[in-house]
Nanobody, 125 residues
Framework: VQLQASGGGLVQPGGYLILSCAVS????????MSWFRQAPGKEREFVAA????????YYADSVRSRFTISRDSAKNTVHLRMNRLKPEDTAVYYC???????????????????WGQGTLVTVSS
């Protein structure tokens, strides 16, 4: 499985961006698909996830109600819509996938086997 993240850029506080993660190699329906982010000097942190089959979503408290994870099965792509962006959302955002995660492990980046290359999001005026 190969993951290709895109959509990052510079946005003003209060603005929005939509990140995309194109999945190739096989269908993502059997994978937990997630977004993580890493700011300079900080640990990689969980942002959002879709369960296998896309029936459930999970969010970090810091982004709940502002970010929405979704998928386009026809295009084998996972999206992350980020609304009301804040300077503290500035980070490199990574998409990740794994076939064998249990729910309690979803926020743990160490459990994921597949990663995209990252896309930089900068929130600044």
């Amino acid at each position: 499985v190969q993951l290709q993240a895109s959509g990052g850029g510079l946005v003003q506080p209060g603005g929005y961006l939509i990140l995309s993660c194109a999945v190739s190699g096989r269908s993502f329906n059997s994978y937990v698909m997630s977004w993580f982010r890493q700011a300079p000097g900080k640990e990689r942190e969980f942002v959002a996830a879709l369960s296998r089959g896309g029936g459930s979503t999970y969010y970090a408290d810091s982004v709940r109600s502002r970010f929405t994870i979704s998928r386009d099965s026809a295009k084998n792509t996972v999206h992350l819509r980020m609304n009301r962006l804040k300077p503290e959302d500035t980070a490199v955002y990574y998409c990740a996938g794994d076939r064998s995660l249990i729910t309690s492990s979803i926020p743990d980046h160490r459990q994921y086997d597949f990663w995209g290359q990252g896309t930089l999001v900068t929130v600044s005026s």
